[in-house]
């Protein structure tokens, strides 16, 4: 029986989002109807917005969701209803080359539910990231549906399925930061707090967060910075340098995605350290550097997509450890909004006043 649910859709290019009705299918073969608790509004469903990822409008917007599975079809036994589960946009398929390497981060043959869900003129949406969250229910892949302890709020839950898993995952994954390291992050928006956060887990002894905005410096402090550098005051490659003995960080994490901040990032880490791009850049973007540079500097160069999660491996640990205490999510939850009120959350976190805004449905 198809639901008729109220959704957010962005219906052309650069244009206002709407609230209107979706009409949702129930589940087919390997597929799950999800009822959304909850879901973060992510820079991404921006991006979709602005027609930055694509042109597929109309968009059905919303991906950093968590909620509880109300059907499940043929074949599926991974989850069943009544499960609360966390929703993540990167459903590993198993057959890849990189899944049968034991390598599955790298799965680039991700499976999600085919594009099913419509207007009541018939239009079909495109569900952002496959998932399509910023409504009342949703259909998944069952792949993208995992499991965890209902005891965690729904709001909290639903931030590692996106933006909060990309920080913690570049620290705790791909870096890996170790116990003692010096760690920097430039970029203490969500993701390079989660960054922060992430480090602090993994015992780095000295954490450095960098921006040119006050605000986002304290909050580095929140989450575990021990210092910041405002760099629109300071050289940030030499001060990191001078609060690491003048040697550089150990890992230095770029979480904007622009060619200036990453060769900061490149020449304030330590010789033979590590450098991880987890900020996204836009494909007009270039890098200039004297080659010499990366050939007698050695280390790491890498980049972090989705934080390198395996869902079913990093969702139920970290909601554990944040059960325990150890690991803060609340404070990245800024504002619980409903759900006409993503348009208003877009120019919040455009002016930089939130870390996240998260719709309760």
Same mark, same amino acid.
């Given at each position: 029986m198809t639901s008729h649910v109220r959704g957010v859709i962005a219906r052309s290019k650069g244009e206002p989002v709407e609230v209107t009705t979706v009409l949702v299918p129930d589940p087919g073969p390997g597929e799950a109807l999800v009822a959304v608790q909850a879901c973060g509004v992510c820079h991404t469903d921006l991006h979709y917005r602005e027609g930055g990822i694509g042109e597929d409008f109309p968009y059905l917007l919303g991906h950093e969701a968590a909620g509880v599975?109300?059907?499940?079809?043929?074949?599926?036994? !991974? $989850? +069943?209803?009544?499960?609360?589960?966390?929703?993540?946009?990167? /459903?590993?398929? @198993?057959?890849?080359? *990189?899944?049968? &390497?034991?390598?599955?981060?790298?799965?680039?043959?991700?499976?999600?539910a085919q594009q099913k869900m419509t207007l009541e003129d018939g239009t079909v949406l495109s569900p952002a990231l496959g998932i399509g969250a910023f409504v009342d229910k949703t259909l998944v892949a069952a792949g993208q549906c995992t499991k965890?302890?209902?005891?965690?709020?729904?709001?909290?839950?639903?931030?590692?399925?996106?933006?909060?898993?990309?920080?913690?995952?570049?620290?705790?994954?791909?870096?890996?930061?170790?116990?003692?390291? !010096? $760690? +920097?992050?430039?970029?203490?928006?969500?993701?390079?707090?989660? /960054?922060?956060? @992430?480090?602090?887990? *993994?015992?780095? &002894?000295?954490?450095?967060?960098?921006?040119?905005?006050?605000?986002?410096?304290?909050?580095?402090?929140?989450?575990?910075?021990?210092?910041?550098?405002?760099s629109r005051e300071t050289d940030p490659v030499e001060r990191i340098r001078e609060l690491t003995g003048g040697n550089g960080a150990d890992v230095v994490i770029e979480a904007i995605g622009r060619p200036d901040t990453y060769l900061q990032a490149f020449y304030g880490r330590d010789l033979a350290g590590t450098v991880v791009l987890v900020g996204v850049p836009t494909p007009d973007m270039r890098l200039e550097a004297p080659l010499l540079d990366f050939f007698g500097r050695g280390g790491a160069l890498k980049s972090s997509w989705y934080g390198d999660c395996l869902p079913e491996r990093d969702f139920p640990m970290l909601t554990d450890l944040y059960l325990q205490g150890r690991l803060?999510?609340?404070?990245?939850?800024?504002?619980?909004i409903a759900l006409d009120a993503v348009e208003a959350a877009f120019a919040k976190m455009e002016r930089g006043e939130v870390l996240r805004s998260v719709v309760k449905l």
């Open positions: 599975v109300e059907a499940v079809g043929d074949g599926v036994t !991974s $989850v +069943a209803p009544g499960d609360f589960v966390i929703l993540n946009w990167r /459903a590993v398929c @198993g057959e890849c080359r *990189a899944c049968r &390497r034991g390598r599955p981060w790298y799965c680039f043959a991700t499976h999600n965890v302890d209902p005891a965690v709020p729904p709001e909290v839950a639903g931030l590692l399925g996106c933006g909060v898993m990309a920080g913690l995952g570049a620290a705790l994954n791909t870096a890996p930061v170790t116990r003692g390291d !010096s $760690v +920097a992050v430039i970029g203490c928006g969500g993701v390079g707090d989660a /960054a922060i956060l @992430g480090a602090r887990l *993994a015992g780095a &002894r000295t954490i450095i967060g960098v921006d040119i905005d006050p605000r986002k410096l304290e909050w580095a402090r929140q989450f575990g910075a021990t210092h910041v550098i405002n803060p999510l609340e404070k990245f939850v800024s504002e619980t």
